[in-house]
């Protein structure tokens, strides 16, 4: 029988470069984010929300809180506020009146379709400029990056409210 190899976590210089790159490319989307904020007067917070409602129309609120690892409350307040923006709509559930769900209004089906298409343009713009060996190196640093949070996911899956109590 062979003994199952010990897997030793990188070093903590390739973490902190991984860290440091992610970040860096995470932050070339302000533009984007700067400008639905202007633009449509929406925050970071409140499109996350219209995308993950795009994504499961019907969502309920606790679901919502769960995914994004937040209270109920703050969900509730963004969701209000999407509301009075005419982006959303909560509906009572036919067949569980104990449950409101929230829907995207065809105006808040606007404003993602519009914001998803500005995102993608601008990310293929900038992968056009790699070549295919770095794309296919980004692929599959993307796929074993999100592999590897939903294996932590499984293990700590409020690990957001524990980093940040």
Known sequence: MEANPV???????????????????LNMYDPLRFRAWAELGLTTAQLRVLFLIRGESGVTAGELASRLSV???????????????KLVVRETD?????????????????????????????SRRIMSEMTDADLDALIRGL???NEASRRVAQVQPNLAAMVMP
Not at 7 to 24: G, K, T
Not at 75 to 83: E, M
């Open 7 to 25: 897997r030793s976590d990188p070093p903590r210089s390739r973490i902190d470069a991984a860290i440091a790159d992610f970040s860096q490319a």
């Open 71 to 85: 209270t109920p409350p703050t969900i509730s307040g963004i969701v209000d506020r999407l509301v009075r923006l």
């Open 143 to 145: 796929s074993a990056f």
């Open 94 to 122: 036919e067949s569980d009146r104990r449950l409101v769900r929230n829907r995207l209004t065809a105006e808040g089906m606007a404003v993602c379709s519009r914001t998803a298409r500005g995102g993608d343009l601008f």
